[in-house]
């Protein structure tokens, strides 16, 4: 099991900048990708970026150039730095990990989600 707490969430105005932080604990061994999606009122998750274990990154198009996604392997850490943030970008941001086993088993887990409120 990996349990992921995220944090950094709150509340900015619009053009500012947060950087969330997300730690996983428990067997976080065999973590391959991990990757921030955001929840607003009424819509589905989406995907906002992800990143594998060899760095390769993947962004949504309305956030590229601004979003920087980063994980720190040695302190079980995923960051995701937000610059020029959007009212419309306010949203419960989660942290998601995939890990796969020795034995070809797949897993995802979910953070508990922390929000982001964009003012205009």
């Known amino acids: 099991q990996v349990q992921l707490v995220e944090s950094g969430g709150g509340l900015v105005q619009a053009g500012g900048s947060l950087r969330l932080s997300c730690t996983a604990s428990?067997?976080?061994?065999?973590?391959?990708?991990m990757g921030w999606y955001r929840q607003a009122p009424g819509k589905q998750r989406e995907l906002v970026a992800a990143i594998t274990n060899g760095r390769s990154t993947n962004y949504a198009d309305s956030v590229k150039g601004r979003f920087t996604i980063s994980r720190a392997d040695t302190k079980n850490t995923l960051y995701l730095q937000m610059n020029s943030l959007k009212p419309g970008e306010t949203a419960v941001y989660y942290c998601?990990?995939?890990?796969?086993?020795?034995?070809?088993?797949?897993?995802?887990?979910w953070g508990q989600g922390t929000q982001v409120s964009v003012s205009s």
């Open positions: 428990g067997s976080v061994f065999r973590i391959n990708a």
């Open positions: 998601k990990a995939d890990q796969s086993t020795l034995m070809g088993g797949k897993y995802e887990y």
